[in-house]
């Protein structure tokens, strides 16, 4: 079984544990950070379940999210998680997903966790294709994908019943070769 641990210039991404629960149910709870995500607002006891249901979830199995928190090195705190899921048939595709607290949003935290990931993925993991689906009101996820050089293959209208209405999405993917090319 493999810890992921990704180190950044300020973050840590590692395993998500219950020491973290205070931090992750802040921003969990927060209508404003699941708007645009498949789950919803979370009790102090879901929060707790879904730590808890997550340690027993390792990088590498085919076809399962797995979260990791993303620590401040500095000052220790959890300021948001990120979950990777290899391809339920070919582990050679992942799909990611970042979350970052209100509090700490637009301080290029989401592009230094990507890029990490990012990394990770390609040079160390040798994945193939990273594939990211976003809402497609979600600007701040859009405009993220876009800055770290991911292409735009799909736009979904009204493909999902979600939080009470039709939702439409875009689907984003970046393959090794264009990682490769990004570096030179
Ligand atoms: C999407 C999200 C992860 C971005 O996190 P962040 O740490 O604020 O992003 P960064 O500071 O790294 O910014 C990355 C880029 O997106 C842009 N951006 C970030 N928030 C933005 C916003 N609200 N509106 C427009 N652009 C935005 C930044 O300007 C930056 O662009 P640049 O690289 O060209 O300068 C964050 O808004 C979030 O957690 N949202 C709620 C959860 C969510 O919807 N996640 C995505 C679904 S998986």
Redesign the pocket.
């Known amino acids: 079984m493999e810890t992921l641990n990704i180190q950044t210039t300020r973050l840590n991404i590692r395993q998500l544990k219950l020491s973290d629960l205070t931090d992750f149910h802040i921003y969990r709870s927060n209508p404003e950070?699941?708007?645009?995500?498949g789950f919803d607002v979370m009790t102090i006891e879901q929060a707790e379940q879904f730590i808890n249901d997550n340690a027993t979830k390792h990088f590498g199995n085919a076809g399962e999210w797995v979260q990791y928190g993303i620590e401040n090195m500095e000052t220790k705190q959890l300021i948001?998680d990120c979950a990777i899921k290899l391809d339920q048939y070919d582990t050679r595709i992942a799909e990611i997903?970042?979350?970052?607290s209100n509090f700490?949003?637009?301080?290029?935290?989401?592009?230094?966790v990507l890029l990490g990931i990012l990394s990770f993925l390609f040079d160390k993991k040798e994945i193939h294709r990273v594939v990211?689906i976003?809402?497609a009101e979600?600007?701040?996820?859009v405009?993220?994908l876009?800055?770290t050089g991911f292409k735009q293959e799909g736009h979904f209208i009204e493909n999902t019943f979600f939080k009470g209405k039709w939702g439409s999405e875009f689907q984003y993917a970046m393959l090794k070769r264009e990682w490769d090319d990004r570096k030179q």
């Open positions: 950070v699941t708007k645009y995500q948001g997903g970042i979350t970052i700490e949003q637009k301080k290029g935290f989401a592009k230094e990211e976003v809402d979600n600007i701040a996820s405009n993220l876009k800055s």
